[in-house]
């Protein structure tokens, strides 16, 4: 089993004569990620996917804890974690969490929806606007960006900007009720 986050300096133990003065090359070492983290940390990611699908999220949430404490730099598993703190209402955690993941993997538009939606979550509709512009033009083709787009504005009071997301929505989705209102709802 591995051992992660108890660390501590063994030359505070020693008398001050002692200490070494600088840190021994290997401690400095152990602190980098290693390829067989990265691969444990890929692993913990998937398997937090599979029980996050199949509704165990106090056990995914574990899963993408070891994966992120394995390999910090895991877009994957901060993702996911961010969506289960989403789900339990803990957006702020869920905002640094699709931060990262989003700085790790800029040219996806799901962490940028995913804060967006926590952002609308603790009201700050001009954070997720900016978002969903962004993402908007990652994927221009995904409806349920352009409609929390047209949430976003309307929450700004933008009603042209709201009306074009939610027409957007409708182009891409025609049968979709939420674009469809939105739409009815700023006199689209």
Partial sequence: MALSGCSFDLGSLLPEKEKPSEAPKAV???SAVSAANVSEAQSHAARGQ???KSGQTAEALDAFNRAVALDPYNAQALYGRALIYQSGNEHEFAIADFSAASGLNPQNADPLLGRA?????VDKPK????????ASAIDPNNAQVWITRGVAYERLGDKTKA???YAKAVALR???DAARSGLARVGG
């Fill in 127 to 134: 954070e997720a606007a900016a978002d969903l512009d962004e």
């Fill in 50 to 52: 599979a029980l996050a």
């Fill in 117 to 121: 939606v926590s952002y609308l979550a």
């Fill in 174 to 176: 025609p049968r979709d």
């Fill in 28 to 30: 400095a070492a152990e």
């Fill in 163 to 165: 009306a074009a997301s």
